[in-house]
T-cell receptor, first 114, second 112 residues
Framework: NAGVTQTPKFRILKIGQSMTLQCTQD?????MYWYRQDPGMGLKLIYY???????DKGEVPNGYNVSRSTTEDFPLRLELAAPSQTSVYFC?????????????FGPGTRLTVL | QKEVEQDPGPLSVPEGAIVSLNCTYS??????FMWYRQYSRKGPELLMY??SSGNKEDGRFTAQVDKSSKYISLFIRDSQPSDSATYLC????????????WGAGTKLIIKP
């Protein structure tokens, strides 16, 4: 059981470039999330998904897009990267309806936009 | 005012000390309270989960919720260098199926 995996681990982008952050979970969880974490700021929810084909905006969705075609995968797309998107990105999953609906996190992707 | 306030630290204590980590919140509807631990360059992992008020103990860790004061605490007894991490509080209300409200995290350093 690998849990939640994310690729790449690190990436440097130039302003205006685009990229996709990959996230896969093997726990058959229905809910998946994308967060960004800036120093001293906690976790901010970007997008979430309650199941394949269903996504919705979180607290800070501008500049990002997501899709969820399968239960396992939830990629995050950055279009026209900006320095304000320099952050650590975490993908997480949870099984709603479970007793604690614990969110399980991946190891993160460190993104720098120059 | 943020919905959840948490002192970012760092908090540095000697090995063996009792550690107290705290969060305050403003939304009286919050009923589910969690503490996540995050080691450097890793994702957060759930440490403690508490519903409503009261105490919950798990080994050296005790989570405490005081809803009347809108205040939650995590106590670590006999602290170890391996407890050095960032501790994030998170909480949610009964109507939220998914969205956790997070504190900023407190960086804890246990000195050998």
């Amino acid at each position: 059981n690998a849990g939640v995996t994310q690729t790449p681990k690190f990436r440097i982008l130039k302003i205006g470039q685009s990229m996709t952050l990959q996230c896969t979970q093997d726990m058959n969880h229905n809910y998946m999330y994308w967060y960004r974490q800036d120093p001293g700021m906690g976790l901010k929810l970007i997008y979430y998904s309650v199941g394949a084909g269903i996504t919705d905006k979180g607290e800070v969705p501008n500049g990002y897009n997501v899709s969820r075609s399968t239960t396992e995968d939830f990629p995050l797309r950055l279009e026209l990267a900006a320095p304000s998107q320099t952050s650590v990105y975490f993908c997480a999953s949870s099984q709603q309806g479970a007793s604690t609906d614990t969110q399980y996190f991946g190891p993160g992707t460190r993104l720098t936009v120059l | 005012q943020k919905e959840v306030e948490q002192d970012p630290g760092p908090l540095s204590v000697p090995e063996g000390a009792i550690v107290s980590l705290n969060c305050t919140y403003s939304n009286s509807a919050f009923q589910y309270f969690m503490w996540y631990r995050q080691y450097s360059r890793k994702g957060p992992e759930l440490l403690m989960y508490t519903y409503s008020s009261g105490n919950k103990e798990d080994g050296r860790f005790t989570a405490q919720v005081d809803k009347s004061s809108k205040y939650i605490s995590l106590f670590i007894r006999d602290s170890q260098p391996s407890d050095s991490a960032t501790y994030l509080c998170a909480m949610k209300g009964p109507d939220s199926n998914y969205q956790l409200i997070w504190g900023a995290g407190t960086k804890l350093i246990i000195k050998p």
